[in-house]
């Protein structure tokens, strides 16, 4: 699956085929194109478990780091979380070595499921206006709304 992300802080755009996840760090609304429907949840920055946005800014304390290799100019990381209370069960980070910024990371959950992300263009400097963040209904017409809050 290919898509784009943008993160600004804790929050979070992500677009992929047929799906897009909005985060304006109060809520987390996921709009499913194929049925024009959108489920908005609240979003708890402090509930430990790791989205996009985090993969950059994370609480380093709640992971214990092993450097697994290096290899071609990227290290390979492994991660594994303190708290047995998330939901996380391991992270692979693959970083660039020359300026250390992350190349691709999988993270796999409790139950398995495994998601794999890799950054093929990133710009660190791009402006984007907050309301980016939000989902907005008018954008859609004729979406269906479940507010799970």
Known sequence: MNGSITVKGTKFRLKTAGQEIFNNG?????????????????????????????????????????????????????????SKAVQVKNVTLKINVSDFTVKSWT????????????????????????AYFTFNKKSFPGVEVNDLR
Not at 107 to 118: D, L, R
């Open 26 to 82: 109060k809520e987390v609304a996921t709009y499913i194109k194929e049925i024009n429907e959108v489920n908005i949840s609240a979003f708890d920055p402090a509930d430990g478990d790791l989205n996009p946005a985090k993969i950059y800014t994370f609480d380093k304390k709640g992971y214990k780091f092993t450097l697994v290799g290096e290899s071609g100019g990227v290290a390979t990381v492994e991660m594994a979380p303190t």
């Open 107 to 130: 993270i796999i959950n409790k139950a398995g499921k495994k998601q794999s992300f890799s950054v093929t263009k990133l710009n660190p400097k791009a402006g984007v206006d907050d």
